[in-house]
């Protein structure tokens, strides 16, 4: 028992905390949601040379073997920096995919790309009816000559406009509805995508597949894929929970810097214990949060219960936790908390996004009751 | 990082469980479950604390030349961890939490020749004199004077919220031996003997139904200055001391979360009609074991700081604030969780002396009671207002 970081995880932190410090700086943030594809090429590119890209691929397949614990370290340093590159769609969740899912020809031809950050990847699985529930899925797969035919609509698939495999999960109506993974080239005959610049930075699309035909290895895997999209999102929840811990103690900073600062009244705005008090409920906040967001990471690889509880335990309490701070970190700031003129409505934006995503507090407190046996 | 066990300590944990299974004697058991109260009356404790002491475990954090038993962290909170699983009633902290330590740091030779090993065996029940009517969450403000009278000092005052006065024959209190410009100065640390003519006790009673604290008054009583610890007018330094002393290092998770256990198994089962069928009572029970789970990575967090021998700073300031507030969110739930059994009002106190078929399943009576002694939580040890300001202070620099 022991959670004392290893030298490794010190190094990735301190090396990843200084690009966040040193390069991506605000001007940069502005000028990459700017671009087309709501990212940089180049900083995608440092990113591979730093291995970050690699990270949490298996050694196997021309990555570092790293853990869970290990993209916490990448993501909450991401969150402090609001990164839009997409790290979450195309490591976490695309590679994450390919990992549990993919044959072993699949992984050797996708994984390396991945860690060499010559290939982007996307997934879309939600749908509109489904809301934050897993298993329900309508798109479906039929096999079609000497492949599959595929059609359905999908819903806020993150980075979709810049992957060049987005996984589509459809079910078979050949083998009893069961659900599956399948890769799909954005370009695509019958492929439409609609694509959106995201709440918080990055980007989303919409997906409609039209009688859309892939070969017959495009399918990842033969088995049940739903508990592998289920492993694949509790990572994906524990990644996002320590993203939101850089940008809480991110927006923290920043309210005590503004308020210790900020005279009123011929003092300190940091002076009012009503101020001070919240302050601190605001820190307690984020240390609860880095404390269920670390646990969250330290279960991912655990049995499917144990891991369950732990992911939407995370994003359940994380994601109370982070309205509480956003919306002081604004109220504190006073009117200019709601003007872009300063970033604290990014970071406000950002957490908004945070409880969205995969469903918010109290789908995840009714999943962590529903695993609970109750 | 590992959240596991090493083979070492596998293997004390199954040491711990066993010598639990060995001398945890049923009626201990029964009675700890049965006590509403934040501390366990002394002759709920006295057997157990024997065994602990034969066993050489009393006092976890006690370096091992005074009778500690020279654990590591994570085997203090293998210990607490097994304790709190079993049902063990906690041996009173104001003895081997409280005084031990200041007089372990300030102490004579005599004093902790005479006091140690009777704190480890419970020869001495202690209490602690800190607050007064006047002097609550701004304890330095303190009025109890003690006037020096050759080898002795005369203490005039009177003390107030003082745990278990009317079991313990020691006291150690912050008297005012000086007046300064400062508050904090001209405090000092003693160790009263409860016997001592001109000591009398004034039950209070509260919202529970509890006999646990009493204002205590002194009229001229007598101490021997050999009863100082420390030098005088430093009592002030001695007992911040004794309050971070406390704070470091808290393992509170375990009983938390048999605590929030024991309310699921009673909305699980027919004593409740099974409350737990209501989704309001399901989602609050995972909302505060997910609170639960957070601040045992805390605790977990500290614990490692610790074992490197790092100062754990900002965490541990953040316990007894988020403690406070699970305990008081934990026994809440349990009112609601029982419905209209919360109705029923067993006056009888100790509730494990009880002679009587209670109105409902004697597991429930002290489920209302709990949640009444547990409003206490945040008032006592530095009021939640009084811990956000030093949190802002030593954490947050505001």
């Known amino acids: ?374 | 990082m590992d959240l596991t066990f090493s083979a070492e300590e596998r293997a004390f944990e199954r040491d711990v469980r066993e010598f639990i299974a060995a001398h945890l004697p049923a009626e201990t058991k029964r009675a700890q479950s049965l006590t509403p109260s934040v501390f366990s009356d002394p002759e709920v404790i006295v057997a157990w604390q024997k065994a602990l002491n034969a066993k050489g475990w009393v006092a976890p954090g006690w370096p091992t030349q005074y009778g500690g038993p020279g654990w590591t962290p994570a085997q203090r909170w293998i210990f607490e961890t097994q304790c709190a699983l079993a049902g063990v009633p906690s041996i009173s902290p104001m003895g081997t939490k409280m005084v031990g330590p200041v007089i372990i740091g300030f102490g004579t030779d005599a004093q902790k020749n005479y006091y140690l090993p009777r704190i480890l065996a419970g020869d001495d029940v202690w209490c602690q004199g800190y607050s007064e009517p006047g002097s609550g969450s701004d304890l330095s403000s303190l009025k109890t004077r003690a006037v020096r009278d050759g080898d002795h000092y005369v203490v005039n005052g009177t003390k107030i919220w003082t745990t278990h006065a009317h079991h313990a024959n020691r006291m150690f209190a912050l008297v005012r031996t000086s007046e300064e410009p400062r508050q904090q100065e001209g405090i000092s640390f003693i160790l009263i003997d409860m016997k001592s003519p001109g000591v009398t006790i004034r039950p209070i009673l509260t919202i529970g139904g509890d006999h646990e604290v009493n204002q205590v008054f002194f009229d001229d009583v007598r101490v021997p200055v050999s009863d100082r610890v420390g030098e005088e007018g430093k009592g002030w330094t001695y007992g911040k001391y004794l309050l971070e002393f406390e704070r470091g290092g808290g393992i509170a998770s375990a009983r938390l979360r048999e605590a929030l256990k024991t309310v699921a198994a009673f909305a699980d089962s027919d004593m409740t009609g099974h409350a737990i069928d209501d989704p309001d009572v399901s989602l609050r029970l995972s909302e505060v074991e997910v609170d639960i789970d957070a601040l045992e990575m805390a605790e977990l967090r500290v614990l490692s700081a610790m074992q490197t021998g790092q100062n754990p700073g900002a965490v541990s300031s953040m316990l007894k604030l988020r403690v406070s507030e699970i305990h008081q969110a934990i026994t809440r739930l349990g009112v609601d969780v029982i419905g209209n059994d919360g109705l029923v009002v067993e006056p009888m106190r100790p509730l494990y002396t009880l002679n009587h078929e209670p109105v409902i399943p004697e597991a429930l009576l002290p489920v209302v009671p709990k949640h009444l002694n547990g409003r206490a939580y945040t008032i006592f040890g530095g009021a939640s207002e009084i811990q956000r300001d030093i949190i802002g202070k030593l954490v947050l620099g505001i």
């Open chain 1, 1 to 374: 028992m022991d959670l004392t970081p290893s030298d490794e995880q010190r190094l990735l932190r301190d090396s990843a905390e200084r690009f966040i410090a040193e390069t991506y700086t605000t001007k940069l943030r502005e000028k990459n949601a700017a671009e087309p594809l709501g990212f940089s090429a180049a900083i995608w590119k440092q990113f591979a040379d730093l291995g970050w890209l690699a990270l949490p691929i298996a050694e196997d397949y021309g990555g570092l073997g790293g853990g869970a614990v290990d993209v916490g370290i990448l993501m909450e340093s991401f969150g402090k920096g609001l990164v839009s590159e997409p790290y979450l769609a195309t490591v976490v969740l695309g590679a994450g995919l390919v990992a549990e899912a993919g044959s072993d020809a699949q992984k050797q031809e996708l994984l390396p790309k991945v860690a060499d950050g010559s290939m982007l990847l996307a997934f879309a699985h939600a749908e509109r009816a489904a809301r934050s529930d897993l298993a329900r899925v309508e798109t479906t797969a039929t096999r079609s000559g000497d492949g599959w035919r595929l059609d359905g609509a999908k819903i806020a698939v993150l980075d979709g406009r810049a992957a060049h495999r987005i996984i589509v999960s459809a079910r078979v109506k050949d083998e009893d509805n069961k659900l599956a993974l399948f890769l799909v080239a954005p370009d695509a005959e019958g492929v439409t995508l609609r694509d959106y610049p995201r709440l918080g930075g990055g980007q989303g699309c919409n997906l409609t597949l039209a009688d859309v035909k892939t070969s017959i290895d495009a399918r990842l895997g033969s088995a049940d894929a739903l508990p592998m999209i289920e492993a694949v999102t509790d990572r994906a929840l524990a990644a996002l929970s320590a993203e939101a811990v850089g940008i809480m103690q991110t927006l923290l900073d920043k309210t005590l810097d503004y308020t210790k600062i900020r005279k009123q009244f011929g003092r300190p705005l940091s002076s009012n214990q009503v101020i001070r008090h919240r302050l601190v409920d605001m820190s307690v906040a984020c240390d609860e949060a880095r404390s269920i967001a670390l646990r969250a990471a330290m279960m991912a690889d655990d049995g499917s219960v144990a891991r369950g509880r732990a992911a939407s335990g995370a994003k359940a309490k994380i994601g109370k936790g982070a309205r509480f701070v956003a919306e002081q970190a604004v109220q504190c700031h006073g009117a200019m908390g709601v003007t872009e003129e300063l970033d604290i409505g990014a970071y406000f934006k950002r957490l908004l996004a945070f409880e969205t995503l995969f469903g918010g507090s109290s789908h995840h407190y009714r999943r962590h009751a529903m695993l609970s046996g109750r």
